[in-house]
T-cell receptor, first 112, second 110 residues
Framework: SQQGEEDPQALSIQEGENATMNCSYKTSINNLQWYRQNSGRGLVHLIL?????REKHSGRLRVTLDTSKKSSSLLITASRAADTASYFCATDTAGTASKLTFGTGTRLQVTL | DGGITQSPKYLFRKEGQNVTLSCEQN?????MYWYRQDPGQGLRLIYY???????QKGDIAEGYSVSREKKESFPLTVTSAQKNPTAFYLC?????????FGPGTRLTVT
C-alpha cells in the first residue's frame, strides 16, 4: 500500500525557478524522508525530518512538515537542469522504524 | 549508488522460470530491503531483513522468496508463481533510517 501521495504528479519549470512538491500521508509517522531518482537508477536520500521538527534545510532544499495536516513539502530553490528527476517521500511509523512506505512520486523537469 | 551492487542490470527470462537477483552491500548495514517499481509508480516493499538469518514479508511478497545467510548479501528469487514479474527491482540497506539504494535490476519476462 502507498502511504504517501505526492502532488503534483509532474512539474515542469525553467532553470532558476523554485520547485515545490507536496506529500500527504495517512497515518501517524516517526520520520519523513525525501528521495530523488534519476530515470532508470536507484534512489538517493535527500533529507530526513522527524515528527517533532517543522522545518529543515540542506543546501538548496527546504523541507517542511505539518503533522496536524499529515503533509510535507519539498522546496528546491534556484533549480538547475541537473535537478530533473523524480522525487519521492517516504514515511516510517512507530515500532517499524526500518520499514519505509513510499509515495507515488513527483516527476520534475527543469528546462534551460 | 553507494556501496550496494545489484547484478545484472538487465535480465530476460522466459515465463515459468525462476530467476534470482543479486544484492550485495559493503556498508556493514544490518537491514536490507527489496522493492519493486512499476513504470510511473512508487516503490512497493517485497521483503526486508533486519538481521542475518531473519526476514519479514513486505506488502507484496507473494511469488517471491529471499534468504539472508550473510550480512552482506540478500538475494531475491522471483518464482514462476509471481503473476506479473516484469518490473524494475531495487535493493536497499540501512543502519538507522536513511536507506541506501543499489542501481536496480530491470527484469523482463516474456
Amino acid at each position: 500500500s502507498q502511504q504517501g501521495e505526492e502532488d503534483p504528479q509532474a512539474l515542469s519549470i525553467q532553470e532558476g525557478e523554485n520547485a515545490t512538491m507536496n506529500c500527504s500521508y495517512k497515518t501517524s509517522i516517526n520520520n519523513l524522508q525525501w528521495y530523488r531518482q534519476n530515470s532508470g537508477r536507484g534512489l538517493v536520500h535527500l533529507i530526513l525530518i522527524r515528527s517533532n521538527e517543522r522545518e529543515k534545510h540542506s543546501g538548496r532544499l527546504r523541507v517542511t512538515l505539518d503533522t496536524s495536516k499529515k503533509s510535507s513539502s519539498l522546496l528546491i530553490t534556484a533549480s538547475r537542469a541537473a535537478d530533473t528527476a523524480s522525487y519521492f517521500c517516504a514515511t516510517d511509523t512507530a515500532g517499524t522504524a526500518s520499514k519505509l512506505t513510499f509515495g507515488t512520486g513527483t516527476r520534475l523537469q527543469v528546462t534551460l | 549508488d553507494g556501496g550496494i551492487t545489484q547484478s545484472p542490470k538487465y535480465l530476460f527470462r522466459k515465463e515459468g522460470q525462476n530467476v534470482t537477483l543479486s544484492c550485495e552491500q559493503n556498508l556493514n548495514h544490518d537491514a536490507m530491503y527489496w522493492y519493486r517499481q512499476d513504470p510511473g509508480q512508487g516503490l512497493r516493499l517485497i521483503y526486508y531483513s533486519q538481521i542475518v538469518n531473519d526476514f519479514q514479508k513486505g506488502d507484496i511478497a507473494e511469488g517471491y522468496s529471499v534468504s539472508r545467510e550473510k550480512k552482506e548479501s540478500f538475494p531475491l528469487t522471483v518464482t514462476s508463481a509471481q503473476k506479473n514479474p516484469t518490473a524494475f527491482y531495487l535493493c536497499a540497506s540501512s543502519m538507522w533510517g536513511e536507506q541506501y539504494f543499489g542501481p536496480g535490476t530491470r527484469l523482463t519476462v516474456t
